[in-house]
C-alpha cells in the first residue's frame, strides 16, 4: 500500500525536530558541510545503508565537503510523507558522529 501525503503543517511542525531541514516544494531537504571530501563520502556511504536498511531512496548528492538529500516519496505522488521523516532522522541522528555541520 502507497504512503498516504503529510498535510504540510504536520511537516512543518516535525521539521522543527530535525535542524537544517527544509520544506522544498514537495521534498524535504538537507545539506551537510563536512570537515574533508574523506568524511563526505563516509556519510554518504552510511546514508545508503540507512536507505538500503529502510527500503527508502533520496536524492543523494556528494560534493567536495558537501552531502545533499532531498527527500520525497514517489509511491504518494512524490509528496512528504512519514517515511521521508523517518529517514531525515535516521540521517540526522548519524551525520554528527562524521563531522558535519
Do not use: C
Request: hydrophobic letters at 40%.
Amino acid at each position: 500500500m502507497p504512503a498516504a501525503p503529510l498535510p504540510q503543517d504536520e511537516i512543518e511542525d516535525r521539521l522543527r525536530e530535525l535542524p537544517g531541514w527544509t520544506l522544498e516544494g514537495d521534498r524535504i531537504a538537507r545539506t551537510y558541510r563536512l570537515p574533508s571530501h574523506f568524511a563526505a563520502t563516509a556519510l554518504t556511504v552510511h546514508v545508503a545503508r540507512i536507505q538500503d536498511e529502510l527500503n527508502h531512496h533520496s536524492d543523494l548528492t556528494l560534493g567536495y565537503n558537501t552531502v545533499a538529500l532531498f527527500v520525497n516519496s514517489h509511491d504518494a505522488g512524490g509528496k512528504v510523507t512519514e517515511k521521508d521523516l523517518a529517514l531525515a532522522a535516521r540521517v540526522e541522528a548519524v551525520a554528527a558522529g562524521h563531522g558535519a555541520e
